[in-house]
C-alpha cells in the first residue's frame, strides 16, 4: 500500500470514529432531555395514583449523606439518604451539628424506586419526624446524584 492509500485508510478511519463518538454523544443527550423533560412540567398540584406511573423511575444515590444537591429548585447543604433510598432528609440551614429539618418518604408502595410523595417539616424542632403532620403531598423524584425534583 502507497503512503497515499495509507492516508486515506487512516482519515476515514478517523472519520468513522468521529462520527460513532458523535453518535454515542447524541444518544446520551437525548435520553437525558428525556429524563429531564418532565422536570420543568409540574403541571399537577397533587399527584394521583393515576399520574405516579407517568413521572420516570429515580435512581436513588446509595445510602449516605450528599453536600451541596438541589431539593425543589433550592441548593441545600446536605441531605441524607436512608433505608435503602426509601427515606431523605434534608438540612436546609447548614449549622452544624447536622439538624434535618425536611424529610422525603413513600406513602404508596406503588411508587417506583427514588419516588416521593410524602413532604414533612419538623415543626416542633424535637429531631424526629414521627409526630411531625404531613405539610405537603405530591411526588418528587431523586437522581443519581440526589438532586430531588418535583413532578
Not at 447524541?26 to 428525556?34: G, H, L, M, N, Q
Request: overall charge neutral; hydrophobic content about 35%.
Amino acid at each position: 500500500m502507497d503512503r497515499a492509500a495509507k492516508r486515506a485508510s487512516i482519515a476515514g478511519m478517523t472519520r468513522s470514529a468521529m462520527l460513532a463518538l458523535a453518535a454515542v454523544l447524541c444518544f446520551s443527550c437525548s435520553k437525558k432531555d428525556k429524563e429531564e423533560a418532565p422536570a420543568g412540567s409540574s403541571t399537577s398540584a397533587g399527584a394521583t395514583g393515576a399520574t405516579a406511573p407517568a413521572a420516570p423511575a429515580g435512581s436513588p444515590p446509595p445510602d449516605g449523606k450528599y453536600e451541596r444537591v438541589i431539593v425543589d429548585g433550592v441548593t441545600v447543604p446536605m441531605i441524607n439518604v436512608m433505608d435503602n433510598g426509601a427515606t431523605i432528609l434534608v438540612d436546609t440551614d447548614g449549622v452544624k451539628p447536622r439538624t434535618w429539618e425536611e424529610q422525603y418518604k413513600r406513602k404508596r408502595s406503588s411508587l417506583l424506586v427514588g419516588q416521593y410523595d410524602l413532604h414533612k417539616t419538623n415543626a416542633n424542632k424535637n429531631d424526629t419526624f414521627e409526630d411531625d403532620p404531613i405539610d405537603k403531598e405530591g411526588l418528587w423524584v431523586i437522581d443519581s446524584k440526589g438532586n430531588i425534583t418535583r413532578h
